[in-house]
């Protein structure tokens, strides 16, 4: 089944507005990360995080392994952070081998 | 640090050819992995290398596809008999270790037609 269940499929933002973004595991995981990829196609790396919460500009994640889910808050959007979000987690038995969420499709407006 | 280097960026083959693609993972990078991306399945692994030895290839379709790392400068994947479902885009990535986060190349995007 799908270890990695990712919400919202899509959001619409205005500029200057928030909100986060979540993904729940059905498994204990490792880590989890954050990518964006942006409209040439390229995952750029958000955060990794083995635990607690880490903070980067306007982006803030989270990662819960015992209630088993992560979040990334994005504050204050910006034309530029449109694109698909990523969480993907690694857990014990697939070594580093990660399992991607389904995306969230962001759309900042002016 | 010119990232992980992808090549080609396109490649375009006919139905039944072979098509090879090129990864250089970060130096100092001990992990290389190789995933395919397509609108219906999304983000794939396929395989992984530590320190060139091949790890886990679960997620290698059996019978056409085939990766190799035979220095840590680079790796290829390779697809023989390519078919239209094999169209996609495929991504390598490498990382320092068990715990450390991926650093993605751009990517081939594999077109078969």
């Known amino acids: 089944g799908d270890q990695v269940e990712q919400s919202p499929s899509a959001l619409s933002l205005h500029e200057g507005t928030g909100s986060a973004l979540r993904c729940n595991f059905t498994?204990?995981?490792?880590?989890v990360q954050w990518f964006q990829q942006n409209s040439r196609g390229s995952l750029i790396n958000l955060f990794y995080?083995?635990?607690g919460t880490k903070e980067n500009g306007r982006l803030k994640s989270t990662f819960n392994s015992k209630e088993s889910y992560s979040t990334l808050h994005i504050r204050d959007a910006q034309l530029e952070d449109s694109g698909t979000y990523f969480c993907?987690?690694?857990?014990?038995?697939?070594?580093?081998?990660?399992?991607f969420g389904i995306g969230t499709l962001l759309s900042v407006k002016p | 640090n010119a990232g992980v280097i992808q090549t080609p960026r396109h490649k375009v083959t006919g139905k039944g050819q072979e098509a090879t693609l090129w990864c250089e993972p970060i130096?100092?990078?001990?992990?290389v992995f190789w995933y395919r991306q397509t609108i219906v399945q999304g983000l794939e692994f396929l395989t992984y290398?530590?320190?060139?030895?091949?790890?886990?290839d679960s997620g290698m379709p059996k019978e056409r596809f085939s990766a190799q790392m035979p220095n840590q400068s680079h790796s290829t994947l390779k697809i023989q008999s390519t078919q239209p479902q094999d169209s996609a885009v495929y991504l390598c990535?490498?990382?320092?270790?068990?715990?450390?986060?991926?650093?993605f190349g751009s990517g081939t995007r594999l077109l078969v037609i």
């Open positions: 993907a987690a690694s857990y014990g038995s697939s070594g580093n081998k990660l399992i």
């Open positions: 290398f530590r320190n060139q030895a091949p790890i886990d």
């Open positions: 498994t204990t995981m490792r880590a």
């Open positions: 990535a490498s990382s320092r270790g068990q715990n450390s986060d991926y650093t």
């Open positions: 995080l083995a635990s």
């Open positions: 130096s100092g990078h001990s992990a």
